[in-house]
């Protein structure tokens, strides 16, 4: 086609006033057409795999090796609870890898949105450590796994062992002292503060399904919710609090207290008389999943020994590669409630019991209900 | 290229025959010409709003069961609503506090308005450009300066203690009702300052040099004749205002705290980790008839106290 100096000829008298709106048109077209075609030009290109996991996990310390083989991080997108994650990917949001936990593993499997994972593919599957792969529900057939078991960790208190004042010894109690009413926190999700007013309220594990239990945990609950400042579902507000002194103790994981003790902040994570709430998160691969090799990489660069002490040290989470405890020594390990033999801590510890998903709906119901105080 | 050339030429025949009868139908029918007119909305609405709405309806209908929806019909959600308390109270709570954020937005507002419409003369455009301008910024981020600006380090509580005015950190700015309203008057000011200035700007000065005349002072003239003027634009920036905040979701999940959360976050819970969608919807419904009803019902008292007024 011949490329014609268009206000020129039409001034000159050569092209119609059709022609030139016609051409117009095919401008406009264009214009609001090319950035169509470089969007999906570039999305070719960076194809990252894409992880849905929770806040903190979204940072280049633990894809090393991911960037080292793909050139680029993947894409991240974060959420705040395991249930909110499964809902929204119920809902049809298509991830390569999320990030559940043991007590969700046998419903995240039974909701079909997930595909085993063939450990062969994982060059770092040979050191992880093999009473975290056997969870209850986590074998698929042949061989194969539903979770690739990543990180395992506490929830238990974080306090200001300067603004604190223990009475005898460490216990869910200092989560219910009157004495700190209006500075104390929680979490805010069922999964973490339900299970923890259980271990509070007496109630064993795998009895937390039966509705005399219900009624014990929801009492302690109720107890509980005056003396809270807030429940959030974001840690950094639980630790900004804690830094400023607006709390003096609140439901934590570990990484809040490693994070808060590296700034100099006094706090301490206490392992309560009855035990801490003790999990294991790992990685689920979706169905769906539209990279499903880099969804490997995820997974691999995840279980790798660097991505292991990163989470050991900085975030003061236990690692699923053997291989990560080499670098550290019992005691900074026990310093932070950790042991290169995770059955230590998990054993000592609350391991969450999964249940169903009616179970989810009648805890979450009730324990909203509690939050907004009835 | 050939193929091109051939398709131009092709073209203007088709173009004119469907452009004649297209054009004759508009000439003869008004209702056509309205309807064409209106079409690009009706299709927005109608795919985008009804329905959306016309899903939620049934499924309110419906019962939540494990990981699916019971399809049966029933109308437990909505008996559900009435029996627990927590909705029902929630709702109110969240009716007060938009109910609150209207009124102090549209009373924060008129007196700007008022300024710019009637003692401003040149640069109009500027004055409500500048106004609007905290309004650039992101919603999510504005709430989230307002929780630095309330913290319990934040600005107001290290000034107040720097001045010596306090001892301890007031902790009830944040975490609370208080929190959430302040924060809602602030972030929809602009949807209460524009409606506010157009009608205001509208107002006829000669009405108001008569009134003077006529013996009126600067306060009669004020409620005589400004106010009920303006009332048009009272009446839309305060459905502008009160709409939106009732459903408002992530200022009380910021702001509120444990005593400051509303309807919108307990809906947000039923559709995420509670995993209830049928109730959720159930209280979308009634939140939305609750909101038709309380505009209907104050459009009618405006109208009928605009009447006696004047």
Known sequence: MDIKDQLGSMRAGEISRRTFTRNLLAAGVGITAAPLATRKAMAAAGDQATFFTWGGYDIPELFVPYKEKNGELPNFSIFGGSEEALTKMRGGFVVDVSHPCNSGLPRWVQSGLFQ????????????????????????????????????????????????????????????????????????????????????????????????????????????????????????????????????????????????????????????????????????????DAPNIDRAYDVIDSLLSVESGKFMINDYGYGHSNNKSFEQFDAETLSGLGLSDTPSDILGAGHFQVPQTQEWETKMNTVFEEIKAGF | MSDQTLQTRSAPVATQATAGRFGRLMQRSEAARGYALLAPSLIFLGVLILVPFGILLVMSFWTASGFGFDTGFTTANYQKFFERPIYTALLNRSLFISGMVTVFTVLLCYPMAYYVAFHVHRHKMLWIVLMTLPFWTSYLLRVFAWKVVLGYEGVINSALMNMGLIEAPLEFLLYSQQAVIITLAHAWAAFAILPLYVSLEKIDKSLLEAATDLGDGPVRRFFRITLPLSLPGVISASLLIFIPTTGDYITPALLGGPDGAMIGNLIQKQFGPINNWPMGAALSIILMLCIATISLVFILLTLFVRKRVS
């Open chain 1, 116 to 287: 085993p994972i063939d450990t062969s593919r994982l060059s770092n599957w040979g050191d992880v450590m093999p009473e975290l792969v056997s969870l209850p529900g986590n074998d698929a057939e042949e061989g194969t796994v539903w979770l690739a078991p990543f990180d395992w960790g506490q929830t238990s208190i974080t306090y200001r062992t300067d603004l604190f004042e223990v009475e005898g010894e460490e216990s869910w109690d200092m989560l219910w002292d009157p004495r700190y009413s209006g500075r104390l926190g929680s979490l805010a999700s069922g999964g973490d503060a339900w299970w923890c007013g259980a271990i509070k309220a007496g109630v064993p594990m795998d009895q937390i399904h039966t509705d005399e239990a219900f009624e014990k945990i929801a009492a302690v609950m109720r107890e509980q919710r005056p003396l809270l400042r807030t429940y959030t579902d974001d840690t950094t507000t639980l630790e900004q609090a804690l830094a400023s002194g607006e709390m003096v103790a609140a439901m934590t994981w570990n990484s809040s207290a490693t994070v808060l003790k590296a700034e100099g902040v006094p706090v301490k994570f206490a392992s309560p008389k009855e035990g801490a709430l003790t999990w294991v998160c790992g990685l689920m691969i979706h169905k």
